[in-house]
């Protein structure tokens, strides 16, 4: 297998990443935000400062990045008809009808998404980012896969299988009629018998399972999760729950967030897989310190590999010495620059024990707890790749280990 980078003729990022990238029929985009980086938000993706009630700003910057997408999947060879995977992260949840309008209009068939509030993206006032895979028609063949799950209130498919991959939507504790159903909830008038965010994870298990099921695959063949909790302190109660489901969990990232799109809903968990039979699995350990939590460190499906978010961290003192500055010379180096380095020689020993290498990433999400810390990690990011991959860079509300600063969730092949 062998990746081919992707550009166009939209305007091209001042950070050190790619577009694009094409490979074994797949495409994958880095996130794209609604500006020309030049002025910031161009005036084409605002509404003019001397009509502010004509038009809408999260209309016009989400026209302006789908357009943009437009141009970077056909200078792949494909369209936006052939989008299987979509995250939308926006900075005002109360933006979020008004963006459907407009998606909507893009899509024969809407990819299957996931969509969650974020604390910032790197463009000032940029309000929303979107996040795209898909393939060319031809290379691969795709399927939408409907199970009898609630179906969603808004414009999204429930998951597509692509050779041998499954793309699953995000999926919520809801029925999409009530709200959060009851089984999802504690009885009002028995509140202490059970817990909320446990009958929230069981729901969306049981659907998954069912979406997985319907594609011709199980949650025995999930390889890498995304899982958004609006409070960070839920985690352990929703990861005795999740283990009960998986025989070997999935790589996983856990990230904190603003917002979901549903009241309540506390959670929402976002699962790729693959069909048994028509791609091998096997699940990756290296040397590196392994997770108190239940999740993998990799996996290998067919020549993709998929890695776990990974943290600064060494699993037993919180951040070690050699991801933090010294606390006697406070001023000599970056907390931020030493964390990333940590987590790149991580990830580098992770995808050397896929059989890959850093020059093999196509894919790269990271979540910052603080965005003014940007520029310091884009630094170090460069000095690990000779071509950078495609990337996404939101702001998270908190991660899973104290004063972590940083997760880096990074997709890899095998060359």
């Known amino acids: 297998m062998k990746a081919e980078i992707v550009k166009s003729d939209i305007p091209q990022p001042l950070a050190n990443y790619t577009e694009a990238f094409k490979l074994g029929g797949l495409v994958f985009a880095a996130g794209q935000l609604p500006t020309d980086f030049k002025v910031g938000i161009p ?3 605002r509404t003019d400062p001397n009509y502010p009630y004509y038009g809408s700003d999260i209309k016009r910057r989400t026209h302006y990045i789908m357009k943009n997408l437009k141009k970077t999947f056909e200078a792949a060879g494909s369209s936006l008809d052939h989008i ?3 995250q939308v992260f926006l900075e005002d949840l109360r933006h979020f009808s008004a963006f459907d309008e407009v998606w909507k209009e893009y899509f024969k068939t809407p990819p299957a998404r996931t969509t969650v509030g974020t604390t910032g993206l790197l463009v000032k006032d940029a309000m929303i980012e979107i996040d795209l895979i898909g393939y060319v028609p031809g290379e691969v063949k795709c399927t939408a ?11 999204y498919t429930e998951a597509f299988k692509l050779g041998g991959l499954v793309f699953a939507a995000g999926q919520l504790p809801t029925d999409f009629k009530v709200g959060i159903p009851p089984e999802a909830r504690t009885d009002p008038n028995y509140p202490y018998y059970g817990s909320d965010i446990k009958r929230r994870t069981h729901y969306i298990m049981k659907n998954l399972k069912k979406t997985f099921e319907a594609a011709g695959s199980s949650l025995d063949h999930i ?7 609006e409070d960070l302190r839920q985690f352990s109660a929703f990861d005795e729950v999740w283990k009960e489901y998986f025989k070997t969990p999935p790589a996983r990232t856990t990230v904190g967030t603003t917002g979901l799109l549903v009241k309540d809903a506390m959670i929402e968990i976002d699962l790729i897989g693959y069909v048994p039979g028509e791609l091998k699995c096997t699940a990756i ?27 600064p961290t060494d699993f037993k003192v919180g951040i070690p010495p050699e991801a933090r500055t010294d606390p006697n010379y406070p001023y000599y180096g970056s907390d931020i620059k030493r964390r990333t380095h940590y987590i790149m020689k991580s990830l580098k020993k992770t ?3 896929a059989g890959s290498s850093l020059d093999h990433i196509v894919k790269a999400q990271v979540f910052l707890e603080d965005l003014n810390h940007f520029s310091a990690f884009d630094e170090v990011w460069k000095q690990y790749f000779k071509i950078a991959p495609a990337r996404t860079t939101v702001g998270t509300t908190g991660l899973l280990v104290k004063d972590a600063m940083i997760e880096i969730d990074l997709i890899g092949y095998v060359g």
């Open 223 to 229: 390889v890498k999760a995304q899982v958004f909790l």
């Open 84 to 86: 299987v995977k979509a």
């Open 145 to 155: 896969v409907k199970s009898d799950i609630p179906q969603p209130l808004a414009n």
């Open 351 to 353: 995808f050397e024990a």
């Open 285 to 311: 350990k290296s040397d590196n310190p392994q997770p108190l939590a239940n999740y993998t460190e990799a996996y290998r499906v067919g020549d993709f590999v998929f890695a776990a978010g990974q943290l």
């Open 43 to 45: 005036p084409e993706a």
